[in-house]
């Protein structure tokens, strides 16, 4: 086993180079670009990113061996002024809201009044991001034609809140604005800090209120969920919290600590009092994992393990939320940067580039890149990257960018016979208290103890324990689930 560094730090412009800005575009038309796009220095630099804000989530293991987390309503947060300019932006961004009330008439889908919050979001872009970033950044490789860094920052600013076109919010959309705030960062346009302390601050301080504005333009405009699974996705419209919340829970670590991937904090709720009201609204206030959840149970009627099945699979993970922490970010790169109904309108410019990574590998077709508009085969001899140009076969498994190319794709069952699309072989003996047809599956994950070098390599810890399957012996720990081995 390797042992990889800790943490990878998205890397930060030098401003005494010159540096040509571009303006952001459209890249991936058919399947072949997805797999295009996963060896890109974009895709490295998002999940560098996801991963850097990912850590800084975790519980610190203080010198004297006391323990510090970080609640949403933390007082051991510090907002730097950057983060506090990005929270009056949010507010400025609610008060529209109030400017373009939802229409009254009959409706079927999304309110139409949401278009007109677009426009004027769009036609007020220049100044709301005047108000909060520094017009030295804004301004960067300013010329009489080209583009500037604000050209491309309002591009991924804009992507950020929906489609007024179809009335929709997805996780493609939160990508755009976990692209906009990794641009600012790769303008230096937060200040520097020990590690994890200002990206601690960015996801307390600016995603939970993104995602808490999202919300509420949801349940105001009545939006559409973008290219949602219904009950086979893991939600209908967002993705990070579940990431960066399940982090708040895992064990705690040192500086020097390799991410864990198994294990909770001593007193950390259990996964399964996710499909518990009372348990879901307690938490809920402190934590990302259960605001997201609390969201589903103010939008959705009826058992929580038929209308939210995976995220009812992955409460009976007996390994702890360390598990499910690691599993969110593997299931993150397969169902939303590999699939090209999610990431096909991402625009890439200079901050996150099209050019390939020199150290990226190639990848094999996945079930995910070719769920789109499919190519011609290309010529052995183009030098460009080939993907299957015929329909994958039903069931195909998720393939991910830095596994062997040569493995060819795993098989798992077809949707039927299966709650998740990571899950592996089912197994009998499963408990008998839970509601008819709401038995969680087991699955196992792949082994990535030999993960080559890369942005996924700071989620593996080689030399970590194995934790007990349960920090509070609770009866749920025969259940098997998703990452359960």
Same mark, same amino acid.
């Given at each position: 086993?390797?042992?990889?560094?800790?943490?990878?730090?998205?890397?930060?412009?030098?401003?005494?180079?010159?540096?040509?800005?571009?303006?952001?575009?459209?890249?991936?038309?058919?399947?072949?670009?997805?797999?295009?796009?996963?060896?890109?220095?974009?895709?490295?630099?998002?999940?560098?990113?996801?991963?850097?804000?990912?850590?800084?989530?975790?519980?610190?293991?203080?010198?004297?061996?006391?323990?510090?987390?970080?609640?949403?309503?933390?007082?051991?947060?510090?907002?730097?002024?950057?983060?506090?300019?990005?929270?009056?932006?949010?507010?400025?961004?609610?008060?529209?809201?109030?400017?373009?009330?939802?229409?009254?008439?009959?409706?079927?889908?999304?309110?139409?009044?949401?278009?007109?919050?677009?426009?004027?979001?769009?036609?007020?872009?220049?100044?709301?991001?005047?108000?909060?970033?520094?017009?030295?950044?804004?301004?960067?490789?300013?010329?009489?034609?080209?583009?500037?860094?604000?050209?491309?920052?309002?591009?991924?600013?804009?992507?950020?809140?929906?489609?007024?076109?179809?009335?929709?919010?997805?996780?493609?959309?939160?990508?755009?604005?976990?692209?906009?705030?990794?641009?600012?960062?790769?303008?230096?346009?937060?200040?520097?800090?020990?590690?994890?302390?200002?990206?601690?601050?960015?996801?307390?301080?600016?995603?939970?209120?993104?995602?808490?504005?999202?919300?509420?333009?949801?349940?105001?405009?009545?939006?559409?969920?973008?290219?949602?699974?219904?009950?086979?996705?893991?939600?209908?419209?967002?993705?990070?919290?579940?990431?960066?919340?399940?982090?708040?829970?895992?064990?705690?670590?040192?500086?020097?600590?390799?991410? #864990?991937?198994? !294990?909770?904090?001593?007193?950390? +709720?259990?996964?399964?009092?996710? =499909?518990?009201?009372?348990? @879901?609204? %307690? &938490?809920?206030?402190?934590?990302?994992?259960?605001?997201?959840?609390?969201?589903?149970?103010?939008?959705?009627?009826?058992?929580?393990?038929?209308?939210?099945?995976?995220?009812?699979?992955?409460?009976?993970?007996?390994?702890?939320?360390?598990?499910?922490?690691?599993?969110?970010?593997?299931?993150?790169?397969?169902?939303?940067?590999?699939?090209?109904?999610?990431?096909?309108?991402?625009?890439?410019?200079?901050?996150?580039?099209?050019?390939?990574?020199?150290?990226?590998?190639?990848?094999?077709?996945?079930?995910?890149?070719?769920?789109?508009?499919?190519?011609?085969?290309?010529?052995?001899?183009?030098?460009?990257?080939?993907?299957?140009?015929?329909?994958?076969?039903?069931?195909?498994?998720?393939?991910?960018?830095?596994?062997? #190319?040569?493995? !060819?794709?795993?098989?798992?069952? +077809?949707?039927?016979?299966?709650? =998740?699309?990571?899950?592996? @072989?089912? %197994? &009998?003996?499963?408990?008998?208290?839970?509601?008819?047809?709401?038995?969680?599956?087991?699955?196992?994950?792949?082994?990535?103890?030999?993960?080559?070098?890369?942005?996924?390599?700071?989620?593996?810890?080689?030399?970590?324990?194995?934790?007990?399957?349960?920090?509070?012996?609770?009866?749920?720990?025969?259940?098997?689930?998703?990452?359960?081995?």
């Amino acid at each position: 086993m390797s042992n990889y560094q800790v943490i990878r730090v998205l890397p930060i412009l030098d401003s005494s180079t010159p540096h040509t800005f571009i303006e952001p575009s459209k890249k991936i038309y058919e399947s072949q670009d997805v797999s295009t796009f996963l060896t890109s220095k974009a895709y490295t630099d998002i999940m560098t990113w996801i991963l850097q804000l990912n850590r800084s989530m975790f519980p610190l293991k203080m010198a004297d061996e006391t323990i510090q987390t970080w609640p949403l309503n933390s007082d051991a947060i510090q907002y730097s002024a950057p983060v506090r300019q990005l929270q009056r932006l949010l507010s400025k961004l609610e008060d529209i809201i109030q400017e373009v009330p939802p229409d009254t008439g009959p409706r079927r889908f999304g309110n139409i009044s949401f278009r007109r919050w677009c426009e004027v979001v769009e036609s007020r872009a220049s100044d709301l991001l005047s108000q909060c970033l520094p017009a030295d950044l804004l301004h960067r490789g300013s010329s009489d034609d080209g583009a500037t860094a604000e050209t491309e920052l309002k591009s991924y600013f804009l992507g950020s809140w929906g489609s007024g076109q179809r009335l929709d919010y997805g996780t493609g959309h939160e990508l755009s604005f976990l692209a906009f705030l990794g641009g600012i960062w790769k303008l230096n346009g937060f200040p520097k800090a020990d590690p994890g302390v200002e990206e601690r601050a960015i996801v307390v301080g600016v995603i939970h209120p993104y995602l808490e504005l999202i919300r509420l333009l949801i349940k105001t405009y009545n939006l559409e969920p973008a290219g949602s699974h219904g009950v086979w996705g893991l939600d209908d419209h967002s993705f990070a919290p579940y990431i960066f919340g399940s982090a708040q829970f895992s064990p705690a670590v040192k500086d020097t600590d390799l991410t #864990p991937e198994e !294990g909770s904090l001593p007193d950390a +709720p259990d996964p399964g009092g996710v =499909a518990k009201a009372n348990i @879901v609204e %307690r &938490e809920r206030q402190t934590n990302l994992y259960f605001s997201a959840i609390g969201f589903i149970y103010d939008v959705k009627r009826g058992p929580f393990w038929e209308h939210s099945r995976i995220l009812f699979d992955i409460s009976g993970i007996p390994a702890g939320w360390g598990k499910i922490n690691k599993g969110m970010i593997k299931m993150y790169n397969a169902e939303v940067l590999s699939k090209f109904p999610v990431v096909q309108h991402f625009p890439f410019g200079s901050l996150f580039s099209w050019d390939r990574d020199p150290n990226a590998p190639l990848p094999s077709s996945t079930v995910h890149a070719t769920s789109g508009p499919q190519a011609r085969p290309v010529a052995p001899d183009s030098g460009l990257p080939s993907v299957a140009a015929t329909r994958p076969m039903p069931g195909a498994g998720t393939q991910a960018p830095w596994a062997n #190319p040569g493995a !060819g794709t795993q098989a798992i069952p +077809p949707v039927g016979s299966t709650t =998740a699309p990571w899950a592996g @072989v089912r %197994r &009998e003996g499963l408990p008998v208290s839970m509601p008819r047809g709401a038995a969680r599956v087991s699955s196992a994950l792949p082994d990535t103890s030999r993960m080559p070098p890369g942005p996924m390599a700071p989620t593996r810890a080689p030399t970590q324990a194995r934790p007990s399957p349960s920090q509070d012996g609770d009866a749920d720990v025969r259940t098997k689930a998703p990452w359960a081995k």
